[in-house]
């Protein structure tokens, strides 16, 4: 088993060197009126990671990768199992959930991200950035504990000719509705609390956090109609308060924008409407290929959203779409792990299957006097 | 600082205490290709302030406050003679020179920095201990680059009194010098910090840096208008010019200002002279007046809090002048030559602004032929 993942990683190092840093993501996290919680998150990139589900059991044997390209670092053996989406098909997860209710992905930190020092002597509990989320979910139940155990492993970069360009913060969810966010700035760790429960990417999340101050204005109440002149004016229609809410891609505004939305809505009840909300808000990140270019490199790079998922932290679903196939699908996280012989995955990729409704159709009868509602 | 200076800002700092936080200012200083370098400078206030002007000359005496309860017994307060003569510009509710300038070119400009400002701790183990109301008489009569107080301000100690339990002055410095060179001075969580002033402008919170990063969200702004963009077949085409500056933000909110400024300043046409300068940085600083009425800081003993710039400064670093006008004179400004004052060597004021500064309209309807 061990020398299959060391094998993986290795792999797997090699093809996230690959990646350009402009992509993107977006993370949030719902709480219903009766305590259950949700988290949802899109995977943006112009690089296509080609993602897969990777359903790992516990008491998988994992080591990790150290700067300088060995499998040497921190030898752990997964205590919980998790189900979550890799990169390039490796149980390596990116994001995910475990059979505990914990919720962990890491998102893009172009800029910013600055691991450890690589010590060898340290080696030992040395992991690489790209297997922190893999870590925590293989360890911990709550946010409480990683917060605390964090600060006991050293985060280096993997290798530098390989993954030495994947810049990475991360978001860690427990079905308690307590949230953290990991920053490695200038080889320093900073664990912030999150009581907003959203994440994006650069710049780092304290910023992000004095930059919500720019939009005490927006008001999810539409303005009264007022009066200049003697004209009465009114705004145009619904959501004249929300007139501001930045629209675009980048991640100040992507923050800005979801905090609006998740913190406006209005409470729901239940899983049924706690997995609606979540999808809904997170649906409003779904960038068309074209609209998000970067031009740095000779050929321009698109941007688009890979894939989404929302994990349900009571209920234990894993429900993801992807780009081209928009049908959310679930993994049922407790009866995935229990079948596994061993790591599963589970391909993302599969047609779309509209619902196909046409013979639902019922006769009417001759068309009524009045035709429209009482 | 005279004895009718320390007794108007003793009776004043009473008042700070009372007064929100709310206090604007917007800072940017502009260079020529003669070398002249010029600061444009405003403070807006949404309470009703009197302004002093104050000339020091060189050769004055001055010893720093502390506090006599944390320092060491054998404590010596820091003591300095001036080497600089100076002038300088008061708020009459904040202790200090807010704004200032000295025969060698050294700026000074204190704007708010509410919500963030901290100032240090004092210990026993201190030595060198500047009250915040000091801090401006120091490096005026001290230093002549930025350079020096680059070097010399982290030897020293920077407190303020608690005047109320609303807590304490919240000032942060753009110090700039005659060669262009400029930092901002922040004390965030009691310690210093020193930024590069890269962008040659300053507005209010959050901390420099803050803003430093913001400005990479509006890298899309360009002066360059985007003339059409064609589509299947469909064009559009730009309404009107100044569309490539479309999402400049308009509103008066510090972090607004900030990238509003600092992106005109970015983008200005380079100019050759000092009198171009003037212009310059006046536009610039025009860019941010409020008239009274659309920012409305809320009530204070029953009267709404209208902020204005009360009070707008051009300053030549190369030739030692002060160009001035408040709110109600706005159209045009007053020169005040600030060589003719320090050749006469000696302490004047503080006086205050309101007291002369009255500006007739020059009356050019006959010169029409």
Redesign the interface.
Known sequence: MKNTIRILCGVMAVCLGLMPCASACTSLRVKTADGLVFYARTMEGGELFHSSVSVIPKGTEYQGTLTDGTQAGLAWTTKYGMVGMNTYGLPVISDGMNDAGLAAGNLMFPGYAGYQTFDLAKASSTIAQYEVITWILSNFATVGEVKEAIKNIRVSKGPEALVGKLPLHYTVHDSKGDSIVIEYVNGELKVYDNPLGVMTNSPPFDWHLTNLRNYANLSAANPKPFTVEGLKQSGFGQGSGMLGLPGDYTPPSRFVRMVALVHSSLPVTGAEEGLNLAMTIINNIDIPIGSVRDMSGKEPVYDQTQWAVVADLAGKRFYFHTYANKDWRMIDVTKALANAKGIMTISAEMPVGYHDVTANAKEFGPLPEKYYPA | MNHLMRLICGIMVLFVGFMPCSSACTFVDVEAKDGSVVIGRSIEWGFPMEYTFVVVPKGQSFSASFPKEKVAKDFKPLTWVSQYAYAGVGVTVQQGLDSAQNEAGLNIEGLNLPGFTEFQTVTPEDKSVLALSDLGDWIMGNFATVQEVREALPKCTVWTPEVSAQGSATIHLAITDRTGAGIVVEYVKGKLNIHDNVTHTMTNS?PYD?HL??LR?YMTLNPKDMISSERDGYTLKELSTGDGMTGLPGDF?S??RFVKVSLLRFFAAPVDTAEEAYSLAGHIINTVDIPKGSVNSGDYEGQSMLETAQITLIKDLKSNKIFVSDYAHRLNYLLIDLNKLFAQNKKIGPVLFSSFISQPHVDITDSIK
Do not use: E, I
Request: charged content about 10%.
């Open positions: 959050p803050w990063t913001n969200n909110k972090a607004s």
